[in-house]
């Protein structure tokens, strides 16, 4: 499979647990999804820079039953939306607290970046320690 390179370096972020933010090289300001030019100010001098992997949780949904085809051995897996600190947000999967259980987590909890999912491209939150 032929991946573009604005993929393959987030997910070459993740495989070494970060989690990459692609930034503007020209304005400063932060781009999720990646994108060829910057929706800020067009340029396309676009670099990365490492996430503090720190933010809230701004949504979420647990699926227990009717995965998308492809996912059905994933359930059960909660899924949600991550605003990072750094103001940009992107989808992730959140780690159970326990077995099979994600009844601690709530919207706009304080959640951080644990890695990369095992078997997806994907990035693992939990909620936050302090
Ligand atoms: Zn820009």
Redesign the pocket.
């Known amino acids: 499979m032929n991946i573009p390179k604005i993929v393959s370096d987030f997910r070459a972020g993740l495989a070494s647990d970060e989690l990459l933010v692609q930034t503007?090289?020209?304005?400063?300001?932060p781009n999720m999804w990646p994108r060829y030019a910057?929706?800020?100010?067009?340029?396309e001098n676009?670099g990365w820079t490492r996430s503090a992997g720190q933010g809230s949780l701004h949504s979420f949904c647990v699926l227990r039953q009717g995965a998308p085809e492809g996912f059905e051995d994933d359930i059960p897996y909660a899924i949600g939306v991550v605003k990072l600190d750094e103001g940009v947000q992107l989808a992730v999967r959140l780690q159970p607290e326990g077995t099979e259980d994600w009844s601690a987590y709530q919207c706009d909890d304080r959640v951080e970046f644990v890695g990369k999912d095992g078997a997806r491209e994907c990035a693992v939150f939990r909620k936050s320690s302090d």
């Open positions: 503007c090289n020209a304005c400063g300001k910057c929706p800020h100010c067009q340029s676009l």
